[in-house]
DNA sequence: AGCATTGTTTCACA
DNA sequence: TTGTGAAACAATGC
């Protein structure tokens, strides 16, 4: 379930491993370790203390005394702690020198764990600022909403996500970054941090009331049927008669 | 059976 | 060249 929200919630939990040193890892999946040979992780990262948690956009970045571990979860991915390694859906697990474990549970397996991860990501989607935002936003020629969903623009926006901010801002998801205006930007760019500050309070994405709204298929403010269409590669929904 | 799924990367094309 | 969008990736659930 991850969008900024849900990994954010994952960084938080991590604290918890900081100062403790790694004495095994499990990175037998090649699928998700790609494209690290198996062993290779593993011997990377034994014997060094883990020294920090850091998180930008959906990407996990974990500080150790040697490479820094980056986590990504994908479509499914989630994180548990003080769990057996060997239960189905673990793609990757470490144990620490006090006993404690920290496993990666991912059953679409769309995940990725990798050593020292380039990023390539822009401003994380809680940091950006008005002015950089509009910018980046109002720039584009794509439909609004892929531009969102662009993690190399603002990081952190998932599908749901962007379906939110967008009805909050009252913004038909179609239209093209270049054709919004200087105030509905300004919209946008608050609907979107709202948005974001809320899924956080909430405990997760798709837990407003649009999300909930979103699966019933009707808008909550005015009870009118959502539309629905792929816009930017995903299914989008949106009110067709408040969002323009 | 068929289709959709809260994500990212690659590749074809404009 | 730059940007955009569809397909592929893997696995599950409806």
Redesign the pocket.
């Known amino acids: ?3 900024l929200p ?1 990994v954010d919630r994952a960084r938080a939990a991590l604290e918890r491993v900081v100062g403790r040193r790694i004495e095994a890892v499990g990175d037998h999946d090649s ?1 998700v370790c790609r494209p690290f040979a198996p062993g290779e992780i593993a011997a990377a990262l034994v014997g060094h203390e883990i020294v920090g948690v850091r998180r930008t ?3 996990l970045l974990v500080d150790t005394t040697g490479p820094v571990l980056g986590l ?5 991915g989630s994180l548990r702690f003080d769990v057996p390694t060997d239960e ?2 673990t793609r990757f697990w470490v144990r620490f020198d006090d006993g404690g474990t920290m496993v990666l549970r991912d ?4 995940g ?1 764990v990798v050593l020292d991860p380039v990023q ?1 990501l822009g401003e994380d989607a809680l940091l950006v600022d008005g002015p950089t935002f509009r910018d980046l936003v109002g720039r ?4 609004v909403k ?2 969102l ?3 190399a623009v603002v ?1 952190g ?5 962007a379906d939110e901010a967008l009805w909050r801002a009252r913004i038909d998801p179609r239209r093209r ?1 270049v054709d919004l205006d200087r105030a509905e930007l300004v919209h946008l760019y608050r609907a979107v941090r709202a948005s974001v500050r809320d899924a956080m309070a909430a405990g ?3 837990r407003s009331r649009f999300g909930t709204a979103r699966k019933a298929g009707v808008c909550p403010r005015d009870g009118v049927p959502l539309a629905s269409a ?1 816009v ?4 989008t929904r949106w009110c067709p008669r408040e969002q323009r």
């Open positions: 379930m991850p969008e849900e699928f956009g959906k990407q990504h979860f994908g479509m499914s189905r859906f059953p679409r397996r769309l990725r390539r584009s020629r794509a439909p892929a531009r969903l662009d993690q990081a926006i998932g599908n749901l996500l970054g997760g994405s798709g792929k930017g590669g995903r299914t």
